[in-house]
């Protein structure tokens, strides 16, 4: 068996054929507890190799129509799960595996990388060996050093990319972004975005005021931040080697000003009933325009968010600290987020509406500290899209599209179907179904929340997008000229349900659907096939087109032929039979394990960026 798929065993359960002939018949049907197995699995096989110089993709349907745009998709993700030495890690953990497609003269040219980061250089062995030496947060070795290995926050650059002013930058959940050249997708460095000073900066000022009326817990909470920060930043025996601010993978877009909009906290936040946020404004030069800093009084796990014309918006995951968990983490027998725990003991979710600018409308009276809570408990994995809609009277109704699950459902223990105790990937649990649960693994949400004009909330509602559909669906995406503004449309996989065992997860389908109406439509990939997220790609940089006027790029995985193809998907007939515009092959030794978030940058007269969370600037 090649050294790719050494972290492959069966731990699908399958039934016991009564026959020799039932055997084989078992084994090969395309819904077999076997192929089930196998196939989830294959969507997380090691690719060692890369191509350093791109080739041609050939289409096996269709071509590029004529009014497709120049530009390139980036897609990253998990490239490398298991060592030579018989450790394997989470998918979380896996080193950060660059792709990129370039469309130029109505083809598609390939080439991929691994993204080149510390950890990355010290685990790899010359061209092909590899030794994991750090855990991941995710993730106990087996076959390096285990007990007393405290080497946990490697920097895999793994999670996204984006193209702003000129720079290609590759980001992690914990680490500072590493910056890309474009056109070779050779690693040119980790890049500071955190500690660089600002045109204006706004910190939180009133923080010691809360703090002294906070009392003894506030006071707790001060001490402990003290002495955390050495530990984690590396200054002391315990090596974590984390940033003071941990930049999230997870950024936005303003189309109106013009900006790549960040995010960060603070890295003892994940343990301390305080979170530390930091929010910055790049302008398409790539200065700082503007830093702002807001520190709330909870325990908040948060991957992604969203923004408004005036706000920031936090949809707050509750979390805990687990103290005997985090004994047996520090010492390297169980995985580092087990130091947490989802905190269930709220039936709401908390919302935290963040005045963008010093002088928003709606904010000069609110109590921003204090979270509006919705009337339903769920938890958030993406966010498509926030906008805001006024009245004359100075009354504003903000209204967020949202994919989430319910805290029963969602385990850090087994995220992907990852047991930790054995290495091994089991797509039951991704495949559980949940009895008598509306928020089954990945759901659409619509928040809608209402101020008056001094910024008091007035009503919060939170209701499922669409009654016409409800599998589970991720990975959300919008026309990125839309924003920040209210849009009709919201594209995103999800799980058709044809696959009797796998009928959550993967997804195998890019659902459209419309706001307006609550109306989906719908596209599925062959059999025994899934696909990642979708990237949107306008037709045209004009905003005077049609929202939907433009290509869905899709990754179709087709597990059964160990093959991948880039698919292209008019978005205006997503639902109907010609929807499929051409689909192109990648070869069989260069196929690539599923990729997390994408990029899609358009080229022009004016060299303008467009990317699947905004626009041409």
């Not at 110089?53 to 096996?60: A, D, G, S, V």
């Not at 070779?184 to 000022?205: H, I, M, R």
Request: aromatic content about 12%; overall charge positive.
């Amino acid at each position: 068996m090649s050294h790719h798929l050494r972290f492959i065993s069966f731990a699908f359960p399958l039934p016991r054929p009564k026959s020799k002939r039932s055997t084989v018949t078992a084994l090969w049907t395309s819904d077999s507890p076997s192929n089930a197995f196998w196939d989830y699995n294959l969507l997380f096989f090691s690719q060692r190799s890369e191509l350093h110089r791109p080739i041609h993709l050939q289409p096996i349907f269709g071509l590029l129509p004529t009014d497709f745009p120049a530009g390139t998709y980036y897609l990253v993700g998990p490239g490398l799960f298991s060592d030579d030495h018989g450790s394997t890690v989470h998918p979380l953990d896996g080193h950060g595996y660059l792709r990129s497609f370039n469309f130029s003269n109505g083809g598609v040219n390939y080439s991929a990388r691994y993204v080149s980061t510390d950890a990355e250089r010290e685990e790899r062995k010359g061209e092909k060996e590899w030794k994991f030496t750090h855990r991941g947060p995710f993730s106990v070795l087996r076959g390096g050093t285990r007990i007393g290995n405290v080497k946990v926050m490697k920097n895999v650059a793994n999670t996204s990319v984006v193209q702003w002013g000129g720079r290609l930058l590759c980001l992690w959940e914990g680490g500072e972004p590493y910056e890309i050249d474009p056109q070779s997708l050779e690693t040119l460095g980790p890049v500071d975005l955190t500690g660089v000073d600002a045109y204006q900066t706004v910190k939180d000022e009133d923080w010691r005021k809360e703090l002294l009326r906070g009392g003894t817990k506030m006071v707790g909470i001060d001490i402990a931040s003290f002495f955390l920060k050495p530990i984690l930043h590396g200054k002391c025996i315990w090596l974590f080697n984390m940033p003071p601010k941990r930049l999230l993978a997870h950024y936005k877009i303003d189309p109106e000003r013009k900006r790549l909009l960040m995010l960060s906290c603070n890295a003892e936040d994940m343990l301390l009933a305080r979170s530390n946020f930091t929010f910055y404004e790049f302008d398409s030069d790539f200065k700082l325009k503007q830093k702002r800093e807001f520190i709330i009084p909870d325990h908040l796990m948060i991957h992604d968010w969203t923004f408004t014309e005036n706000y920031y918006i936090l949809v707050g995951n509750r979390i805990k600290l687990d103290i005997p968990a985090s004994v047996l983490a520090l010492c390297g027998t169980q995985p580092m987020i087990s130091a947490l725990s989802v905190n269930q003991t709220r039936q709401t979710t908390p919302v935290y509406v963040l005045p963008r600018f010093t002088n928003a409308k709606n904010g000069s009276t609110m109590n921003w500290r204090k979270p509006i809570e919705t009337p339903r408990q769920f938890w958030v994995t993406h966010a498509a899209n926030a906008f805001e809609e006024r009245d004359d009277f100075g009354n504003v109704e903000i209204h967020l599209q949202l994919s989430a699950c319910s805290y029963q459902w969602f385990d850090f223990y087994r995220m992907f179907g990852y047991n930790w105790r054995n290495a091994k990937l089991d797509p039951s649990f991704m495949n559980t179904v949940a009895r008598g649960e509306d928020l089954l693994p990945h759901l659409m949400q619509v928040v809608s929340i209402k101020l008056d004009s001094r910024g008091k909330c007035v009503v919060c509602s939170a209701e499922n997008l669409s009654n016409k559909w409800n599998r589970p669906a991720d990975f959300t995406i919008i026309n990125p000229a839309f924003a920040g503004r209210k849009n009709a449309y919201i594209y995103t996989s999800a799980a058709s349900g044809k696959r009797r065992l796998l009928p959550y997860f993967p997804f195998d389908s890019v659902v459209k659907f419309n706001t307006n109406n609550g109306k989906v439509a719908l596209w599925c990939s062959g059999s025994r096939a899934f696909v990642g997220e979708p990237a949107f790609v306008p037709r045209s940089i004009d905003k005077g087109d049609a929202e939907d006027d433009g290509y869905i790029l899709v990754v179709e995985y087709a597990v059964s032929k160990q093959t991948c193809y880039l698919v292209v998907l008019d978005a205006k007939k997503i639902g109907g039979k010609d929807a499929l515009v051409a689909k192109f092959e990648v070869p069989k030794k260069l196929r690539f394990p599923f990729g997390f978030h994408g990029f899609w940058a358009n080229r022009d007269l004016y060299n303008c960026t467009l990317n699947t969370n905004g626009p041409c600037v």
